[in-house]
């Protein structure tokens, strides 16, 4: 009878962990639901000046944008991460993400472009230790700016795996030498359904708009309208196709309306017209997709480095690796889309080994066409 009794008790003690703990998780999911990041379509956003002077792109100067998906400066080169085949959740200690913010600001200013588009920018995140990077490299740049944010990611708690990822506030962020006249988030279709969806990424189009000038400084009437994205990397297809589809109306309404387009940032997909064999799809990878240039008009330009990695895999650290022997995979994954009535003169990735995040900068130059 003691025996009974005492594996009456364990079962029911047992029975009440296992409730807890649903009764625990059930409450977080009703918690982060309640409070699940819902951005409209549409949201105007503010604009941080430190230009003295008003300064415009002009017609027939060329001017340069650099582009770069910064790992929310903890996937340098020491870095693996659990999504991509590797192991780790935290990648990097608090030195490591100054360190890492630090040097991609270093590069910034080396290059020192008109205009530079950044994704996976944190902005107290647990994953970067509460670093506000938006702001941290706005102050290491080099000259006055103008700059605008969006969130595309915002959740208080990813519960998964363990260790947890913990709170994100991530998201683009945009600097300009051009006074910025308008700043814009455009929310992009989310192809995760309830309860993934609640800590999932919410992705958008951020455009800065900026007047443009003829040769002796007269306004045109149009705009430079530029685009800055991170489209979607973990769905099954249908994410993606949805986005480029609005991606693609968007570009081309702005275009009707006379103005120059440029986007650019990180596709997570290789444009259909670049030439990727130079670095073969391995298996057990996560494979990026592919951008469908078909599904535009013909004028349209859609530019990559086919010869330089813009990315590599996260399946393990970079840094100490053979990589003539222990091979990576890399990706074409960054680029720029760019209206007819601009001339690209440019375009390169700037190789960098990976040291500070998992992608490199891309750099493009171009010129506004009369």
């Known amino acids: 009878m003691k025996k009974d009794n005492v594996l009456k008790k364990l079962i029911k003690i047992l029975v009440g962990i296992v409730l807890f703990f649903v009764a625990s998780f059930s409450a977080l999911i009703l918690f982060l639901t309640i409070f699940e990041y819902r951005p409209q379509e549409t949201t105007f956003l503010e604009i941080?000046?430190?230009?003295?002077?008003?300064?415009?792109?002009k017609v027939g100067k060329t001017f340069s944008i650099l582009s770069w998906n910064i790992g929310y400066g903890a996937l340098g080169d020491n870095a693996d991460f659990f999504m991509d085949g590797g192991k780790s959740v935290n990648t990097s200690d608090k030195e490591r993400v100054e360190l890492n913010v630090?040097?991609?600001?270093?590069?910034?200013?080396?290059?020192?472009?008109?205009?530079?588009?950044?994704?996976?920018?944190?902005?107290n995140s647990t994953r970067s230790y509460k670093t506000d990077e938006y702001r941290e490299i706005l102050n290491n740049l080099s000259g006055n700016f103008d700059s605008s944010f969006a969130y595309n990611y915002k959740t208080f708690f990813v519960p998964y795996p363990i260790p947890p990822i913990g709170k994100v506030n991530a998201g683009l962020g945009t600097f300009s030498k051009f006074t910025i006249g308008q700043a814009v988030r455009t929310s992009l279709p989310c192809p995760f359904k309830w309860p993934s969806r609640v800590v999932n990424l919410k992705r958008c189009l951020m455009t800065d708009r900026m007047k443009v000038v003829d040769e002796n400084g007269q306004d045109t009437g149009k705009e430079l309208v530029v685009i800055n994205l991170h489209l979607e990397a973990y769905d099954s297809g249908e994410g993606k196709i949805a986005q480029a589809n609005l991606l693609k109306n968007y570009l081309k309404e702005e275009y009707q309306k006379g103005n120059y387009v440029i986007a650019g940032g990180d596709f997570n997909q290789s444009f259909s017209n670049i030439n990727i064999s130079k670095f073969p799809v391995m298996e057990g990878i996560w494979v990026s997709g592919v951008f469908d240039i078909n599904e535009f008009e013909k004028n349209w330009q859609f530019v990559m480095d086919k010869d330089t990695p813009s990315c590599r895999s996260l399946d393990r650290p970079?840094?100490?690796a053979d990589t003539s022997v222990d091979k990576f995979q890399y990706y074409v994954i960054d680029g720029f889309i760019v209206s007819p009535n601009i001339k690209v003169e440019y375009m390169k990735v700037q190789d960098y080994s990976f040291e500070n995040s998992d992608h490199n900068p891309v750099i493009l130059k171009a010129v506004l066409l009369k």
Not at 48 to 57: A, K, R
Not at 102 to 123: A, F, G
């Open 318 to 320: 970079y840094k100490g």
């Open 102 to 123: 630090q040097k991609i600001s270093e590069v910034v200013n080396k290059h020192n472009p008109d205009i530079c588009l950044m994704q996976e920018m944190d902005r």
């Open 48 to 57: 941080f000046s430190t230009l003295e002077d008003e300064n415009y792109p």
